[in-house]
């Protein structure tokens, strides 16, 4: 049995909200360039251009690469060899939250209560905490600032399962066309399929975490992030909304088996700043 103070995860979670705020992740830097390249509209272009100007600026003077610098959203995957010590995990988290985004001059978004007293915390806590329990004795955290732009024009269906390929392709169609420039494009769509209603919208933004440069290990599923990306940049809604070929980035699926009689299906939209970080403990 290996013990881990929560101490340890606090100064670890306070490092990698400012990280991920701070410093683009490669994938994404190399994705823009790529997109400046290819994108045939000359304000299209030059919006690139400038994301990825933005992201080198962000880079080396240490700020954040966008004012919405989100709610924190965390994945702990907790060796069932670890024994956390020295306090409660969800209070260790949210110290590590309110550590970095205070002392990172990160934006605080978060309210106390959604629809009554919408007072800021003042810290940007709670954090949205998901834990899986896993083999062996480390503990990965990966922390997701989610900003609300995007998040807003995430969607949820459950099809029957007769609709098919042809249901979920109009579902994506409309919901990109929908959001127009709403998300920041170019975007990266995290896509759930399968499991039940959370299960999806779970699926959906873990999709998120997967570098776009990685296509999902299954053959038929790979085949498909492909076929919806190039269906996505067909939408013309372009870099900011402003018409052209590069609306998304990437399109990642995570599926997962469901019931017979269903076939949930979760969109969850990231801007062009999709931004996370990851430590090993």
Request: overall charge negative; charged content about 20%.
């Amino acid at each position: 049995m290996r013990t881990i103070d929560v101490s340890q995860i606090t100064a670890a979670i306070a490092k990698m909200a400012v990280d991920a705020n701070y410093y683009l992740s490669d994938d994404i830097r190399e994705a823009l360039e790529a997109g400046q390249e290819r994108e045939e509209s000359p304000l299209g272009k030059a919006i690139l251009g400038q994301l990825v100007e933005n992201a080198c600026i962000a880079r080396d003077e240490e700020v954040p690469i966008c004012q919405d610098t989100g709610m924190a959203v965390i994945f702990m995957e907790i060796g069932q060899d670890v024994h956390i010590t020295g306090g409660d995990l969800f209070e260790a988290v949210n110290a590590g939250v309110a550590k970095g985004y205070t002392e990172g001059y990160l934006r605080k978004s978060v309210v106390t209560e959604p629809l009554f007293n919408r007072k800021n915390t003042g810290d940007n806590t709670p954090a949205v905490l998901h834990t899986t329990i896993v083999p062996g004795d480390k503990v990965k955290i990966t922390l997701a600032p989610k900003g609300f732009g995007s998040e807003n024009m995430s969607a949820l269906r459950m099809f029957k399962p007769a609709e098919g390929l042809p249901a979920i392709r109009k579902f994506l169609t409309e919901t990109i066309f929908n959001a127009g420039s709403n998300p920041c494009p170019p975007i990266v769509v995290g896509m759930g399929i399968g499991g039940t209603m959370e299960k999806a919208a779970l699926l959906a933004k873990k999709a998120l975490l997967r570098p776009i440069n990685k296509r999902s290990t299954h053959p038929e599923y790979a085949k498909l992030e492909q076929e919806f990306l190039d269906l996505v940049n067909k939408t013309g809604v372009g870099p900011q909304g402003l018409g052209g070929r590069v609306t998304a980035l990437a399109v990642n699926i995570e599926y997962y088996p469901t019931h017979i009689a269903g076939l949930p299906v979760a969109i969850n939209i990231n801007c062009h700043a999709t931004r996370h970080a990851e430590v090993e403990l």
